[in-house]
């Protein structure tokens, strides 16, 4: 019997390639809908066709809405036109795709990367408001028609069942697309050179700058050690709130802040090992519903963890769970201050953490890619 599966996201980077080139060799046709392809080492099976939808908009949150919003009807139209007869596999990104599956038939599948509506709250979107009530009526629809549907973790496990009384969700961790990568030392490093920041003590938060990721904290951390000439903050990334982080550092005129552009993919694990301490933040109005992707590229990379999160997050509890760094509520400036102070001035207690860090991301290789497809295979 053929056998025919389509997958949807919007923003397609190395953790969908792997999961759906882990498909390519148990279907007939397999396709992709999505915004935009970021390969990183290993390139999509060339089994795949793939239908582009406009790209996924990483500016504030009205662009990002937009993209959503466009991206939803352009899936929906490749489903009816397309691939109604397809088995459906849904990333949420866009959010809102998988509530498509209830225009269809056929067995469709769920990734929950982040929990709607439950996100929205980091928008200010409370329980009350009536998007927040509409959306959570169709996940009481939409999740027990699901095949499977998978997620991060169990808190995101536990919230999901909220939806459900079919007790029909598995939790598989992300992992890096770095596994077993020697670290590259300072001396070998190609940012560290360029900037010649050698004797520098990096603390590095690198990613997207939005709303919810609190950047700001790291600019008071900064001023408040800025009579230290060795410690260094890095930032890296892109987002609504670069111009912003940057207009902060130079109105407080700060030398131990640098602000670089979102590195390129082969450029990118040479950045995250410049850094002493990688920097993990979550928006604590929504704790429980993300672990951010990066945080297992750090720990392959061998880097320690300075987590600013609700002490009931996911991610706090990962920290404290392999003993790879400390986290810290949003407000504790001094607390952070003591622990990269500390960090600096101890380096035996520095390589201790980076050692377990390296010993976790072993937890999370690409092996999880194919739990995926084991799986839903076998349903």
């Not at 590095?204 to 903050?233: C, P, R």
């Not at 890296?236 to 552009?261: A, F, Q, W």
């Not at 933040?281 to 987590?307: C, Q």
């Not at 769970?321 to 990269?340: L, S, T």
Request: charged content about 25%.
């Amino acid at each position: 019997m053929s056998r025919r599966i389509v997958f949807i996201n919007q923003a397609t980077g190395y953790l969908t390639i792997d999961v759906i080139n882990e498909f390519a060799g148990d279907y007939n046709e397999i396709a992709l809908i999505t915004g935009s392809i970021r390969v990183q080492d290993i390139p999509l099976h060339e089994k795949v066709k793939v239908d582009f939808i406009v790209k996924y908009n990483r500016g504030n949150t009205i662009k990002k809405s937009i993209s959503w919003v466009i991206g939803t009807l352009q899936i929906y139209f490749l489903l009816i036109t397309k691939y109604r007869r397809y088995e459906k596999f849904y990333f949420t990104i866009p959010p809102a795709s998988y509530l498509l599956a209830l225009h269809f038939r056929s067995p469709f599948v769920l990734l929950v990367y982040d929990l709607y509506p439950e996100a929205l709250k980091s928008f200010g979107i409370e329980k009350r408001n009536l998007i927040y009530r509409w959306w959570a009526k169709r996940n009481r629809r939409v999740f027990p028609r699901a095949t499977r549907i998978f997620t991060l973790s169990d808190k995101m496990k536990s919230q999901i069942l909220e939806y459900s009384d079919r007790d029909n969700v598995t939790v598989i961790p992300n992992w890096t697309a770095f596994a077993g990568l020697p670290r590259i030392g300072k001396g070998e490093n190609r940012l560290i050179s360029t900037f010649n920041l050698q004797d520098k003590f990096i603390v590095q938060y690198s990613g997207n700058i939005g709303q919810t990721h609190k950047v700001e904290t790291l600019v008071e951390i900064a001023e408040m050690l800025s009579s230290s000439d060795k410690i260094l903050f890095l930032i890296i990334g892109r987002g609504e709130r670069l111009k912003t982080i940057t207009s902060l550092i130079d109105e407080k005129n700060l030398k131990n802040c640098m602000v670089l552009p979102f590195r390129k993919d082969e450029d990118l694990f040479d950045a995250l090992c410049a850094a002493d301490l990688a920097v993990v933040t979550l928006d604590d109005k929504t704790p429980d519903v993300s672990v951010p992707s990066k945080t297992y590229n750090i720990l392959a990379a061998g880097i320690p963890i300075m987590s600013i999160a609700a002490e009931q997050s996911e991610i706090s509890r990962m920290v404290e769970a392999h003993q790879i760094g400390k986290n810290f509520d949003k407000n504790d400036i001094e607390g952070m201050c003591r622990f990269i102070v500390e960090l600096n001035d101890n380096p035996d207690y520095r390589d201790s953490l980076a050692a377990r860090s390296i010993i976790a991301s072993q937890s999370f290789t690409r092996s999880n890619a194919k739990k995926y497809r084991d799986i839903y295979l076998e349903q």
